[in-house]
């Protein structure tokens, strides 16, 4: 199934963060090693080179590494994916807080939604 790509961003930039999001959700461990780059272009349905720029911009990135003959895996910085997960949580969460600022709503009045919806919500 092709992976929810939108034509208002560069296709490179949404694989770099779904992969991203893959890899700290759990969905690749540390040292595992990443299908291939036709493996995952198919899967995305996107063309190779688009899949192969944003796996090198994740090897600049650190998050992916390139063993010669043996492919990419994620890395096992743990402490840099601890990193790269709690700024993507603060970016989802400061979109979240605009979004509800843009529809009238306080700081109060957030917190209390967010209360009320932890107690509704089995995390």
Known sequence: MPWELDNDRPIYLQLMERIQQDIVSGIYKPGDRLPSVRDLAVEAAVNPNTMQKALSELERSG??????????FITEDTQLLDEMKTSLASEHILQFLEKMKQLGFQKEEIAALIQKALKEVNL
């Open 63 to 72: 998050l992916v590494y390139s063993q010669r003959t043996s492919g990419r």
